[in-house]
């Protein structure tokens, strides 16, 4: 079976510092996407960055950027210069091509501190 | 969320009532799905549809009902509702096009009492 593990239940980081969030998956697939989703207390869900497992260049979105480790199956985001707007729960997440079920993790709350 | 409304956004239900969840698209994609939200547990399929008539089971479907009926619309449904089902409900729509991913409705915090 398909598991997503993010093992930091909360984290905390100075306003303008680097913060990372960790996640580790296992699978047996050898193609397949990997999500980092933020959920603000809005409750709205949001696409961080995505990585499809063929690419070995790993993705950015501004200041948002991943490490992606496929033989270690780690799955890891990097925020820079951390905003007090980035204060969210955050999800990491797995899939396949076919359905696309997505298999997430249990979350990281991250809390931005002035 | 733009492409998907979900309704309603808030509900209490006794134990033992029945409710519909709704949830359309407008952005004509096949790939439909229901997840819960449970606090330390992530988000868990419910129920998914890959196209329209088609409907299968998640990791999470005892209790639940679903209906893909046309192609924009994926409701949810639970016939006798327990405390157990206390939870924040998401749909989502895969899109594929020049980029990837899930859509999600805004959620529904559902209690039961």
């Known amino acids: 079976a398909q598991t997503v593990t993010q093992s930091q239940p909360e984290m905390s980081v100075q306003e303008a510092e680097t913060v990372t969030l960790s996640c580790t998956y296992d699978t047996s697939e050898s193609n397949y996407y990997l999500f980092w989703y933020k959920q603000p207390p809005s409750r709205q869900m949001i696409l961080v960055i995505r990585?499809?497992?063929?690419?070995?260049q790993n993705a950015t979105e501004n200041r948002f950027s991943v490490n992606f480790q496929k033989a270690a199956k780690s799955f890891s985001l990097k925020i820079s210069d951390s905003q007090l707007g980035d204060t969210a729960m955050y999800f990491c997440a797995f899939s396949t091509s076919g359905t696309y079920k997505y298999i997430f993790g249990t979350g990281t709350r991250l809390k931005v501190l002035a | 969320n733009a492409g998907v409304t979900q309704t309603p956004k808030f509900q209490v239900l006794k134990t033992g009532q029945s409710m519909t969840l709704q949830c359309a698209q407008d952005m004509n994609h096949n790939s439909m799905y229901w997840y819960r939200q449970d606090p330390g547990m992530g988000l868990r399929l419910i129920y998914y549809s890959a196209s329209e008539g088609t409907t299968d089971k998640g990791e999470v479907p005892n209790g639940y009902n679903v209906s893909r009926l046309n192609k924009r619309e994926f409701s949810l449904r639970l016939e006798s509702a327990a405390p157990s089902q206390t939870s924040v409900y998401f749909c989502a729509v895969f899109y594929k096009d020049r980029d990837y991913g899930y859509t999600f409705g805004s959620g529904t915090r559902l209690t039961v009492v």
């Open positions: 990585q499809e497992a063929y690419k070995q």
